[in-house]
């Protein structure tokens, strides 16, 4: 109906594969199809995804740069080192897609989601071209953003990080208070300064507005899920290979 995103789309051809094994690729081929059979011998030696992991990427500083924010972000979402190897010239078996038959969040992460179903995860070093033509449509905003959701829709790392900080606020909090007892015990007076104190308020309030908009991130995502908006939708099915 119209353009979901790259992971949704991908979601849709997956689910309408009919052969055993699946490959994806990006059309800018910076990738080349000659590589194919490469994945397909590494899949046969035993693992179920394999990656074509780029030699070196050929993106630019900034697009390379949130490139390695995308896949450190996969690396805490997926638990597992082959995610800094991560692109979009994958190849796995159909079953997989059993894992995520279900899922129907708009919010889509094909690469976390081929996780749920195996942790047999290789990879193989493959050229990578540079863009023959035109402009990639992920910048550097775009990838970023891409990794905030990964992070706060398919795990609770943000939430535990939160608590962390909280908890190593208090404490800092109550060693202040213990200073301020103590010294009031020795010297008979109180702490100086309204700098130290409005220091004091400030640190506290940010911490806890970082919390509450961490908090404010999930709830987000859990209005969106029960507005029950598909990852996308059909318009119209062939069986025509021409078409």
Known sequence: MRNYGQHNALLCGIRAAENEVIVTMDDDLQHSPAYIPVLLDKLASGDELVYGAPLEEQHGLFRDAASTITKIALSSVMNAHSARHVSAFRAFYTDLREAFAKYTGPT???????????????????????????????????????????ITGFTTIPLRIATAIGFTF???????????????????GVVPGFTFLASIIIIFSGVQLFSLGIIGEYLARMHFRLMDKPAYIIKKESNDSNS
Request: charged share 10%; no cysteine.
């Open 170 to 188: 208090l404490l800092f909090g109550i060693l202040i208070l213990l200073y301020v007892i103590i010294r009031f015990l020795i010297q008979g």
């Open 108 to 150: 889509v992460s094909l690469d976390v989601l081929l996780t749920w179903g195996t942790s047999k995860i290789g990879y193989v070093l493959v050229p990578h071209n540079k863009r023959a033509a035109g402009n990639s449509h992920y910048t550097f905003r775009k990838l970023v953003m891409h990794a905030m959701n990964l």
